[in-house]
């Protein structure tokens, strides 16, 4: 990846060893909300068997390839035994996870605006740069599942993923604007957010002096940058009058020859300054 700066001289967790599937209740604005997780990150491939106890029987009410079943007034008429049967559709093996309890007495829950915390993030080799969305607090004042919206600034028309928890949302352009929003079930919307995954070349004049000017190289991101390491620069002048967006057949000859760090005795002028990972 490459990144063009100009400038004119005179910036969760999950244990991999957890194996026992999890479900959750989640109760208001009407209603409530059971999700599953597997526990086991080789589950990919999942069928969910909803179970409502009665008595001592397990009585399966909805099967899905989704990790949520909505329970509406009316599926109980007190506190009720619900568990969740996940089927590994790869290994036919199935588990059987914790019980949670359903209370119509909580169904009338206010539940507020999720809050949603988004993140940066680029790996190593030719992956794609992305961005994590995260709810901030994972907690009963919630009611999933959550529909997620992501789109350019400059584009009128959404993108949507609809899940029970955070997500990760991939083929992001480097150094572009997106807008993005959350809507939970009970349909409480957060304001757009706006996110970016940055990566910057970037000149700075330190000083100058009848000899030149000393010049510092450097590379900006907002993601953690380790694993895309070490950054390569490129620091040349151009021919004045030069129009900006810089020509493609400057870029293209351009030589990768520096690190980051100052340059000295830099005659005034007009450069580009460009970076690669």
Not at 170 to 182: A, G, H, L
Request: charged share 10%.
């Amino acid at each position: 990846m490459k990144s063009t700066f100009i400038l004119l001289l005179v910036i969760f967790s999950i244990s991999l060893k957890a194996q026992t599937p999890v479900a959750w209740a989640w109760h208001g604005c009407g209603g409530a909300t059971i999700t599953a997780s597997p526990g086991d990150l080789s589950w990919s491939n999942v069928t969910y068997e909803f179970q409502r106890q009665t008595g001592i029987t397990w009585t399966t009410v909805h099967t899905t390839i989704n990790n949520w079943s909505i329970v509406i007034p009316g599926d109980v008429t007190g506190i009720t035994a619900y568990r969740v049967l996940l089927r590994n559709n790869v290994t036919l093996e199935e588990r059987i996870s914790n019980g949670v309890t359903i209370n119509p007495a909580l169904f009338s829950t206010i539940i507020p605006v999720p809050t949603v915390n988004i993140s940066a993030h680029w790996g190593s080799g030719g992956s794609q740069p992305f961005f994590l969305v995260e709810l901030s607090a994972f907690n009963q004042l919630f009611r999933p599942p959550f529909f997620f919206e992501y789109k350019k600034a400059t584009e009128s028309t959404y993108q949507n993923i609809t899940s029970s928890t955070g997500i990760g949302i991939s083929n992001i352009d480097p150094n572009v604007e997106y807008d993005i929003r959350v809507t939970d079930y009970c349909g409480n919307q957060t304001n757009i957010q706006k996110a970016t995954v940055a990566f910057n070349a970037v000149a700075t004049v330190l000083s100058t002096n009848c000899s030149g000017s000393s010049v510092s190289l450097s590379v900006q991101t907002n993601y953690n940058s380790n694993f895309r390491q070490p950054f390569t620069l490129a620091f040349s002048p151009v021919p004045p009058g030069t129009t900006t967006p810089i020509p493609a057949n400057i870029l293209n000859s351009l030589n990768f020859g520096y690190s980051e760090g100052t340059i000295n005795n830099v005659a005034s002028g007009l450069y580009v300054v460009r970076a690669m990972d």
